[in-house]
């Protein structure tokens, strides 16, 4: 896996490598017009400087990697620190899954050090498959920002609110795909620590907000803030730096089709096209030849359905939200209630967020690892969301090397998750039923057609998109149903005095 990994070299490198070169050989008031390559800079301004920084070592591995026209360039030098710079940030991941362990209460009471949730815990963040292969195989750097989301996690979990709030404004301006589960942290800090007492009832006590905690938070945001913006904004550049952070012209979909509603919208207008077309209903020369042919592209146009607009899915999204932030708000279960409605938000976006990643899955998974440890409705759903989820992933390593090992990895962590879960819970209920078992067994069939079968068939030459299809698809009905059965856990959860009292 090492040499392979150390070897293989996927678009994302000469993303980064583009990042590199530009941060390294332009002033800033031109890191956000630089358009040489197709890959600009389009994220926040601190991974900018990140990209500024780790630019300063690259030059004494291959300095020809920060020639802003070097396209494409690629060497075993770049390659290597490109790998090793992943593996480095990596310690802000690792040193965040052992602060969320020691959030783990002990209450469960187990001698074997491998059965206990802390232990377990490490293993399925540490270990975790889609990360793996996003980053290290694929190759980007989501384990260095997702720890700084679980360190900000684990901090309000330990009532470390202005610390909480500091590392996850800081994480807002490293990636701002994180501004979907800001809701989460905004209304729990204001609910737990600007607001300093609940009565005996667990209703709000009103009086006691705080002016100076409030004050404090404002503080730590605006700071960052201004460090991050403040430049641009003296330049008169925000206006550009927001253009290139949030480009709606690139389409409702990713070019593989996110495992979410829209995938399930496209799919059945994709099927009443085809209906249409048999029925003679539908002129086969007012169909736009992409949404027949081209499959799954970035800028997919709807030919029955109503086309989606970026404010649609902004509507959608806050609308998915609003319930897991009233219930954070009105039945507070402390820091569970907080990672519940954190799960939910990244999940809702996910689920109708306009041009969302596949990969945005992961923002869900990995926080919703702390909840699975702790409560066997949670790790069914769990099992239901990070076997879909990273099964949807598949498309991202796509070559014939890649197969085994994507397939050996997935299998590794999919045994221990349900294994460990399930040895954790054994004197509990089955973790799932026997309608999930069974959907989750068909994935099985299904990669098989995709990765074999369909090959070997004519359709490949005319209907190259079907894997992709079928893969977005099917795991889309996972998903939702996941997100569906979090949120029905959440609704209908009973609070008691004890947790609405603190």
Request: positive net charge; proline residues 5%.
């Amino acid at each position: 896996l090492l040499i392979y990994t150390f070897c293989s070299y996927s678009t994302d490198f000469e993303v980064h490598r583009n990042w590199l070169a530009i941060t390294y050989n332009l002033p800033i008031s031109q890191w956000y017009y630089e358009a040489t390559s197709e890959w600009t800079l389009d994220y926040p301004p601190f991974f900018a400087w990140f990209e500024y920084a780790l630019s300063h070592v690259a030059q004494y591995f291959d300095p020809k990697m920060l020639v802003i026209e070097n396209l494409n360039y690629t060497s075993q030098a770049t390659i290597l620190f490109q790998r090793f710079s992943v593996i480095f940030t990596d310690l802000v991941f690792i040193y965040a899954v052992r602060e969320c362990c020691k959030c783990m209460n002990g209450k469960r009471a187990v001698k074997n050090t491998l059965e206990k949730p802390a232990f377990i815990l490490a293993v399925l963040l540490l270990w975790n498959f889609g990360l793996l292969i996003v980053d290290h195989i694929h190759f980007q750097y989501n384990g260095f920002l997702s720890g700084l989301m679980l360190l900000s996690v684990a901090r309000i979990c330990q009532k470390r609110y202005l610390e909480g709030a500091f590392f996850f404004a800081l994480l807002l301006h490293l990636k701002h795909i994180y501004m979907y589960v800001a809701p989460a942290y905004g209304i729990y800090l204001l609910r737990s620590y600007c607001f300093t007492a609940n009565n005996a009832d667990g209703s709000l006590k009103w009086r006691s907000f705080s002016f100076l905690h409030v004050s404090l938070l404002g503080l730590i945001v605006s700071l960052i803030s201004a460090l991050s913006l403040g430049p641009f904004i003296v330049l008169g550049q925000l206006p550009q730096v927001l253009h290139r952070l949030f480009p709606f012209k690139r389409g409702l979909c990713h070019a593989y089709w996110a495992p979410n509603f829209w995938a399930l919208y496209n799919a059945v207008d994709k099927a009443l096209t085809i209906v249409g077309l048999k029925c003679n209903v539908l002129d086969p020369t007012q169909i736009p030849k992409a949404s027949m042919t081209g499959g799954l592209v970035q800028e997919f146009e709807h030919t029955v359905l109503p086309s989606v607009t970026p404010l649609a899915t902004l509507i959608c999204t806050f609308i998915s939200i609003l319930p897991s932030v009233f219930c954070l708000w009105f039945k507070p279960q402390g820091p569970r209630g907080f990672l519940q409605c954190l799960v939910l938000c990244a999940l809702s976006s996910f689920m109708f967020g306009w041009h969302v990643h596949e990969k945005a899955i992961l923002l869900a998974i990995l926080p919703l690892s702390l909840l699975s440890v702790q409560r066997a409705k949670d790790a069914g759903i769990y099992l239901i969301l990070t076997t879909t989820g990273h099964f949807s992933l598949f498309p991202l390593l796509f070559t014939a090397a890649e197969f085994p090992i994507k397939i050996l990895l997935m299998l590794l962590f999919t045994v221990y998750s349900f294994s460990s879960l399930k040895s954790l819970f054994r004197r509990e209920r089955p973790l799932l039923n026997w309608l999930e078992t069974i959907y989750l067994i068909q994935l099985v069939p299904l990669e098989i057609f995709c990765e074999i079968i369909f090959p070997l068939t004519p359709w490949k030459q005319h209907f190259p998109f079907v894997p992709l299809l079928l893969t977005s698809v099917y795991c889309a009905l996972g998903v939702t149903y996941a997100w569906l059965k979090l949120y029905i856990s959440v609704l209908t959860e009973r609070v008691s005095l004890k947790h609405k009292v603190e």
